[in-house]
């Protein structure tokens, strides 16, 4: 254990270093190229919309779940684009630049996957109901 006072200090701060480099280094590559686009740091000036960013999210996930790595336009992954449209999100919010359209009562997708994980229980392939055990 080291003696040396900032040690203790610095260790109940948030560990920035253990954010993989590779994920940093990408996703300011898609930030620069939005700089590019739309003005560095533009939700900072003007308010967002939660959909468009989440929409754009689960757009490039699902392109990189079903097998393609990189987006087309940029030629960087789409799992960079996920992170950059989430990093967005989470700046606005924090600065109170975020106008959070989404659905005003509460789903149901949280509850579903709770139940649906806890159960422990195999549903049937194509069929969306658990079998009785």
């Known amino acids: 254990m080291s003696?040396?006072?900032?040690?203790?200090?610095?260790?109940?701060k948030p560990q920035l270093n253990l954010i993989p480099p590779?994920?940093?280094?990408?996703?300011?590559?898609?930030?620069?190229?939005g700089a590019e686009k739309y003005g560095p740091f533009?939700?900072?000036?003007?308010?967002?919309?939660?959909?468009?960013?989440?929409?754009?999210?689960?757009?490039?996930?699902?392109?990189?779940?079903?097998g393609q790595n990189e987006d087309p336009e940029s030629g960087v992954s789409h799992?960079?684009?996920?992170?950059?449209?989430?990093?967005?999100?989470?700046?606005?919010q924090s600065l109170g630049k975020l106008e959070d359209d989404r659905p005003k009562q509460s789903g149901e997708a949280a509850k579903l996957i709770e139940q649906h994980t806890k159960q422990g229980q195999a549903m049937k392939p194509?069929?969306?109901?658990?079998?009785?055990?």
């Open 22 to 33: 590779s994920a940093q280094i990408l996703e300011s590559v898609v930030m620069a190229l």
């Open 79 to 92: 799992l960079a684009h996920v992170r950059a449209c989430m990093g967005i999100v989470l700046d606005a």
């Open 3 to 12: 003696s040396n006072p900032k040690d203790a200090v610095g260790q109940l």
């Open 42 to 66: 533009n939700w900072r000036e003007s308010a967002i919309r939660s959909s468009i960013y989440v929409a754009a999210a689960m757009r490039h996930l699902l392109a990189w779940a079903d």
């Open 126 to 133: 194509g069929i969306g109901f658990r079998t009785p055990g």
